[in-house]
C-alpha cells in the first residue's frame, strides 16, 4: 500500500457551529467554528505544522458508529427507500440496505487504531483496504493509495488520491461536525492492453459524521446512499504545511 501520511500533533479538533435558517422544519446548517471536542487534546509536533482541526485516533469521530436506520439509495436516478442494517465484527463495519427484506446494496469498512478504511463497495473489492481517515491526521489533509480493485473475480492495478475536507450534520437538536473525503480512483489500463489507453477514472465522496458514521456516500452519480432525515452539509477547507 502506498499511503503517505504526515507526522502531525495532538490537537483539538471541532467545536459549536453557527447555525443557519430552517427550511421545511429541517435546520441548514451554516457556518461552523472550530474548538474542543473531548478527548483531543494538543501537543507539540517536532516535524510537521498543518492547518485545520485534527483527528487525533477513533474516538475523536468514532467513524464505526452505525449511522441510523433509515435511509434512501438512488441506483441509476431511481430513488429506493431502505433499512440499513449495521453489523460490527473484529473491527469490520458492514453496512447493509434493505428493501423488503433483501440486500440490493452492501458497504464493508475496517476501523482500527491506524485508521478507518474501505473494503467493498459499489461490487467492487480494494487491497489493500482504501484508508479513508488516517490517525493522526488535520482535515484538509491528503494521500495517495495504491493497490488492486476487484470485480466478479477480475483483479486491476489501481491508484487513488483521498482529500478531506470539514462537514457537518444537523441531528436531532443539534450539530455535529464531521468530515467529507473524496476519493479519485484510476483504474489502470490491463497487461497487455493498447499504450494509448488511459486509465478509467471515477470518484467517491463519503460524509463520515461524529457518533454516527458513514451517514452519506456516493459514488459517481450512479449509486448514492443518502440519510433519510440528517441534513448534511460540506465546509470547505485547506491544508497549508511548515516545516519546522
Not at 443557519?20 to 473531548?38: K, N, R, W
Not at 476501523?111 to 481517515?133: K, Q, R
Request: hydrophobic content about 40%; charged content about 20%; proline content about 7%.
Amino acid at each position: 500500500m502506498n499511503v503517505l501520511p504526515a507526522p502531525l500533533s495532538r490537537l483539538a479538533l471541532f467545536g459549536p457551529g453557527r447555525l443557519g435558517a430552517q427550511v421545511g422544519g429541517v435546520l441548514i446548517v451554516g457556518t461552523l467554528a472550530l474548538g474542543a471536542l473531548a478527548g483531543c487534546q494538543p501537543t507539540k509536533s517536532d516535524h510537521l505544522v498543518t492547518s485545520g482541526p485534527a483527528l487525533v485516533d477513533v474516538d475523536c469521530l468514532r467513524p464505526n458508529s452505525a449511522p441510523g436506520t433509515q435511509a434512501v439509495l438512488r441506483l441509476a436516478g431511481t430513488r429506493i427507500p431502505v433499512e440499513l442494517h449495521c453489523q460490527k465484527a473484529k473491527g469490520e463495519v458492514t453496512l447493509r440496505s434493505v428493501n423488503k427484506g433483501a440486500t440490493i446494496d452492501k458497504e464493508i469498512y475496517q476501523s482500527n487504531a491506524d485508521g478507518f478504511f474501505l473494503t467493498y463497495a459499489g461490487g467492487e473489492s480494494f487491497s489493500p483496504p482504501l484508508p479513508l481517515l488516517q490517525y493522526p491526521m488535520r482535515i484538509g489533509q491528503a494521500w495517495q493509495w495504491a493497490g488492486d480493485m476487484a470485480a466478479n473475480a477480475q483483479f486491476r492495478s489501481a491508484r487513488a488520491t483521498v482529500s478531506t475536507s470539514m462537514a457537518q450534520a444537523e441531528v436531532g437538536n443539534g450539530v455535529k461536525p464531521g468530515v467529507k473525503v473524496r476519493v479519485t480512483v484510476q483504474m489502470l489500463p490491463e497487461a497487455g492492453a493498447n499504450a494509448a489507453d488511459a486509465p478509467v477514472e471515477r470518484e467517491l465522496q463519503f460524509w463520515i459524521v461524529e457518533g454516527h458514521g458513514v451517514v452519506r456516500r456516493e459514488f459517481g452519480q450512479t449509486s448514492i446512499r443518502e440519510p433519510a432525515r440528517v441534513i448534511v452539509r460540506s465546509v470547505e477547507t485547506t491544508a497549508e504545511t511548515t516545516r519546522r
